[in-house]
T-cell receptor, first 106, second 117 residues
């Protein structure tokens, strides 16, 4: 059974800092890994989808990498902004991690 | 595209009442998923459909929960009778599933916040 762990559970950084969110998983036989953002009281917004044959995906200031051999993915956020404050979740197919609560201080 | 549409956005009901949550997936998507989100347990998959057929309902907590997908553009999640511990946010998501187990990119609705008193 797939288990997904996200570290850290919460992170607070000053505006402008680059940061890394981590996601680890137990079963590397996957097709997709997806990163989401969730604002309070809202649904989940898809940020990046990495297919198993890919090693990374980029969208603007976001870069997600996938290392199946080590069972890890990272979401890199460059030059963080207060508007990036949200909960970030990773999902392996249909199994979600608990998320990382990010706060970017102005 | 309008995205995944869920209704109602908020529902407050009393214990023992029937609750019906509704979902309209993105047009052209062939898979639909119901999730429940709580602070304690995070996001849990309840059930998912592919081409209107239930594929995996192992996440449905009890027989009080049932889900249907009568056509490609509509699904319901019903709780009867409801209990206070069912209070949660219920999300519907849809995707265009590829072959075999490739569930595709998930797109979520805004959720239905259920409070059972």
């Amino acid at each position: 059974k797939q288990e997904v762990t996200q570290i850290p559970a919460a992170l607070s950084v000053p505006e402008g800092e680059n940061l890394v969110l981590n996601c680890s998983f137990t079963d590397s036989a996957i097709y997709n890994l997806q990163w989401f953002r969730q604002d309070p009281g809202k649904g989940l917004t898809s940020l990046l989808l990495i297919q198993s044959s890919q090693r990374e995906q980029t969208s603007g200031r976001l870069n997600a990498s996938l290392d199946k051999s080590s069972g890890r993915s990272t979401l890199y956020i460059a030059a963080s902004q207060p508007g990036d404050s949200a909960t970030y979740l990773c999902a392996l197919e249909l199994v979600f991690g608990a998320g990382t609560i990010l706060r970017v201080k102005s | 595209d309008a995205g995944v549409i869920q209704s109602p956005r908020h529902e407050v009901t009393e214990m023992g009442q029937e609750v019906t949550l509704r979902c309209k997936p993105i047009s052209g998507h062939n898979s639909l998923f119901w999730y429940r989100q709580t602070m304690m347990r995070g996001l849990e998959l309840l059930i998912y459909f592919n081409n209107n057929v239930p594929i995996d309902d192992s996440g449905m907590p009890e027989d009080r929960f049932s889900a249907k997908m009568p056509n490609a553009s509509f699904s319901t999640l019903k709780i009867q009778p409801s209990e206070p511990r069912d209070s949660a946010v219920y999300f519907c998501a849809s995707s265009l599933q590829g072959d075999q187990s490739n569930t595709g990119e998930l797109f979520f609705g805004e959720g239905s916040r259920l409070t059972v008193l």
